[in-house]
Each structure stands twice: as C-alpha cells, then as structure tokens.
C-alpha cells in the first residue's frame, strides 16, 4: 500500500516536471480556420456551419492528417485534437445586452440570481441547432471523438448534453469536469458554480469527481481571477489532457478560457495588446471572443522546450 501511494506520488512528480518543461504549439494543416492567437480579430470568415472546418474539407480528411501526425511523430512530440465549444446563449447573456456591459459588470452581475446561470430559451434552440448541423458528422462516425472535457458550469453541460447528444448518449466516451475549464472566477454570480451534488443529480452522465470540493471554494464575491492567473490555469487544462490517453477531445467552455487556453498555443507569446506579462517570458493577450455553440478545432503539438 505504501509502495503503491509513494509510486503514485513519484508519478505525479515527473508529470508534473514534466510539464513544466513542455512547449505547446498549434500545427497548421490548412484544415481549420487559421487563427492568429496573439490577436483580437475574430476568423468570421469562417461560417459556424462549417463545424469549424474551412470550406471544402471533410472530417475524413482531418481524421487521415491526425493519423499520419500520431503514426509518425517527430522528435517526440506528441499530437492532440482538440475542439474548442464555446457554450449557448445564457440568462446571463441576454441580461449583459439588456442593461449594457457597464451596468452589467458594476451591478447586475453581483445578484445570487444569476448563479450558474443555465441557457436562456434562445440558447436551448442554439444547442438544439449545433445537434441539427454536427448530427451527420458525428452519426456517420467522421467526426470521432474519445473525450468530453466539460467545464462545471451548467451553461456549458447543457450545450454539450442537448448539442453534442449523440456523443454524449455514447457510453464509450469518457464525459469528465474538472475545475480548470470554467469560466474566469469570482465577483459574477454567473461563474460560481453550483454544488458538486446539485450538478451530478442534474448531469449524471458527467463524472464530477475531480471538482476540488462540494461547494464552490474558488468563487469569491469580490475578487475576480487575473489574466496571469487564468492563462496559467489554462495552461493546466493543456497539461491535463496531455496527461490523458484519449487523443481527441472536445472541450465545452466558456469564452474566456478558452481564450487562456489557446493563448499558450504560440501565437499568443510576445508583445499583445493587454501588455500584461506572465511568469516567464508569455504576455498573455486578451484574445478573440467567440460566438454561441462555435467549435474551434486545433492541432496541439507538444514538445519539450530546448
Ligand atoms: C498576429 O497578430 C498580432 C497582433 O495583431 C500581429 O502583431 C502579428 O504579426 C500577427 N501574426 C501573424 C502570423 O499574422
Ligand atoms: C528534429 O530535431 C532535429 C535535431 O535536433 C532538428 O534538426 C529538426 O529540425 C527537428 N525537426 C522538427 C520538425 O522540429
Ligand atoms: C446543493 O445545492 C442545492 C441547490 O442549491 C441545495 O438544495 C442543496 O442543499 C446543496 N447540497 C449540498 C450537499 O450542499
């Protein structure tokens, strides 16, 4: 037994040395829009009916390049396809457009009504309109996936559940939270998340056991996650699922992680224009903001750092 715990211990040391000398890059293929990480400007280009896929390119194709990358690494760096979701409309969204953003961060937004706020009934027909579009994609096996990495959050769990619902109905896929995905935290209701055993009796496929406590231990009233903070915990995410088998994953968010997430994907190093500098030598920028139900597939390389 205690051979076994010291084991587990030594694991989670070297992981995590491990990661810490861990460069993470995002490949282009010519398959998915071509964002610029270090910059606010969003790909509209791109249709959202596309799945994030740029015209003329087919999930079968993807699945052949993914192959060749995990078949032939190169000097050891290990591939990841990962598709960004950001979530539906949700109350809290439609109450930032009704009162404005001002009055929405300075007042409405500290209201305990907004709580893990859950989908506005525009935001239910959105889901139900990303099943509508993914729905051949997903049947017909090309889009294939072998994890669900959800934020704890409602809106985000019910976007995945009604959206996603043929991966999710799948028992094969593995449907985990963790903590690291949510929304940046404190001071708004709406990113407080409920309690552990609210969320499982509501979304029993989901494994919640990796939230850190019952409650929301995170969430304060009054101070909110710094940039530095939040792109370190999206970092984590990155590290997490590197620390995982399953080689493609979706990741139902939020817009703000997801932009900490992506900004470790090169693009985001160097001089952006919040000017706030990281640990190290990452600036950490701000980013693009995404639309309802958008996916954004990228192509994760890691690398040891030289
Ligand atoms: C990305 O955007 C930044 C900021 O707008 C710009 O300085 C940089 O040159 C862009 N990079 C590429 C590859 O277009
Ligand atoms: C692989 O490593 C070799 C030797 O360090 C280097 O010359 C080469 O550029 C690397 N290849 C890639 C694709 O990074
Ligand atoms: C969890 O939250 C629900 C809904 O807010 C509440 O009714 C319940 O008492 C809480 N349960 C625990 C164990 O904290």
């Known amino acids: ?45 791109i249709p959202i009916e596309n799945n994030g896929l740029l015209d003329g390119v087919t999930w079968n194709r993807v699945n052949s390049e993914f192959e060749k990358l995990t078949n032939e690494p190169v000097n050891g760096s290990e591939y990841k396809l990962i598709l960004f ?30 709580l893990d706020s859950t989908l506005s009934d525009d935001g239910i027909v959105q889901a139900q309109q990303l ?16 994890l669900i990495l959800c934020s704890p959050f409602s809106r985000a769990l019910q976007t995945a559940e009604i959206g996603l619902v043929h991966l999710w109905s799948n028992h094969r896929i593995p449907k985990i939270s963790v903590e690291e995905a949510r929304e940046s935290i404190g001071v708004h209701y709406c990113d407080k998340r409920h309690n552990r055993t609210y969320l499982m009796s509501k979304f029993p496929k989901v494994d919640f056991k990796r939230l850190i406590s019952n409650e929301d231990t995170l969430w304060t009233p009054d101070v909110r996650e710094s940039d530095q903070d939040e792109f370190i915990r999206g970092r984590k995410v990155l590290d997490w699922i590197y620390n995982r088998r399953e080689k ?59």
């Open 248 to 306: 493609r994953v979706i990741v139902p968010a939020h817009g703000g992680i997801i932009n900490a997430i992506t900004a470790s994907l090169g693009y985001a190093w160097g001089e952006g224009t919040s000017g706030k500098t990281l640990p190290g030598d990452i600036k950490y920028i701000s980013g693009f903001s995404m639309r309802n139900t958008e996916i954004l597939p990228v192509i994760v390389r890691r690398d040891l750092k030289k």
């Open 85 to 114: 979701l950001r979530h539906s409309e949700g109350w809290h969204n439609v109450a930032e457009r009704k009162y404005g953003s001002k009055y929405w961060n300075d007042v409405e937004s500290k209201k305990p009504q907004y």
């Open 131 to 146: 099943q509508q579009r993914i729905i051949k994609d997903v049947t017909q096996n090309k889009l294939r996936i072998d």
């Open 1 to 45: 037994m205690h051979l076994i715990k010291l084991l587990s211990l030594i694991t989670v040391l070297l992981v995590c040395i491990i990661n810490a000398q861990c460069n993470y890059r995002h490949v282009e293929l010519g398959l998915f829009p071509s964002v610029n990480f270090s910059s606010t400007s969003h790909p509209s280009q």
